[in-house]
């Protein structure tokens, strides 16, 4: 079954620490993208990739780091986390062609302490 | 760039009630138009979505309606239920090339 997933869904870390939060689909999409979403709800997008090798920054300014190695997987890396990092990180896949209908991953609650 | 606002941001009715959400776009290129989804402890989820040539699109119980001349468009949700009750987004976007613009959301609750 084509899906997006996230690892880890809850992820509980000290500030200092490097983090890598993954993401990988099995739909064969071109484009990659992350979000960040704060309680508030609204979604700021951080990073996007068009395909292998393609990384751009979003919107919303972020010390995160992301690579596209490989198709299916677009991991997301904050070297250091701090507090100010804490929010759930939503990951999202579309094809290249048509309409930009995105497909999301359930998500990961980072909480840096 | 694009500019979406959504409204309500919190918005309650009675079960089996109609519930409207509206949002407004500055770029009058933009011709996709999606509406999602986000229940709790989920990823948003597509429920429907409308292009620019088209004014209006039904699903059921779920009707998105564009007003290009206005740069508005609206989600009406019918015979609301209880699992209806969820987080709800609009956004805009000028086709496969441009990155969606997401509104800031409406937590819509549906009461027993």
């Known amino acids: 079954e084509a899906d997006i997933y996230q690892t880890p869904r809850y992820l509980v870390i000290g500030t200092g620490k490097k983090i890598t939060l993954e993401c990988s689909q099995t739909?064969?999409?071109?484009?990659m993208y992350w979000y960040q979403q704060d309680p508030g709800m609204e979604l700021h997008l951080i990073h996007y990739s068009y395909g292998v090798n393609s990384t751009e920054k979003g919107d919303l300014s972020s010390e995160s780091t992301v690579s596209r190695i490989r198709t299916e997987h677009f991991p997301l890396t904050l070297e250091s986390a701090r507090p100010s990092h804490t929010s759930q990180y939503l990951c999202a896949s579309s094809e290249s062609s048509g309409d930009n209908e995105q497909f999301f991953g359930p998500g990961t609650r980072l909480t840096v302490l | 760039g694009e500019n979406v606002e959504q409204h309500p941001s919190t918005l309650s009715v009675q079960e089996g009630d109609s519930a409207v959400i509206k949002c407004t776009y500055s770029?009058?290129?933009?011709?996709?138009f999606p509406w999602y989804k986000q229940e709790l402890g989920k990823g948003p989820q597509l429920i429907i979505d409308i292009r620019s040539n088209v004014g209006e699109k039904k699903d059921q119980r779920i009707a998105v309606t564009l007003n290009k001349t206005a740069k508005h468009f609206s989600l009406h949700i019918t015979e609301t239920q209880p699992e209806d009750s969820a987080v709800y987004f609009c956004a805009a976007s000028k086709g496969s090339a441009r990155q969606l613009t997401f509104g800031s959301g409406t937590q819509l609750t549906v009461l027993p």
């Open positions: 739909m064969g999409h071109d484009k």
């Open positions: 770029d009058s290129a933009s011709n996709y």
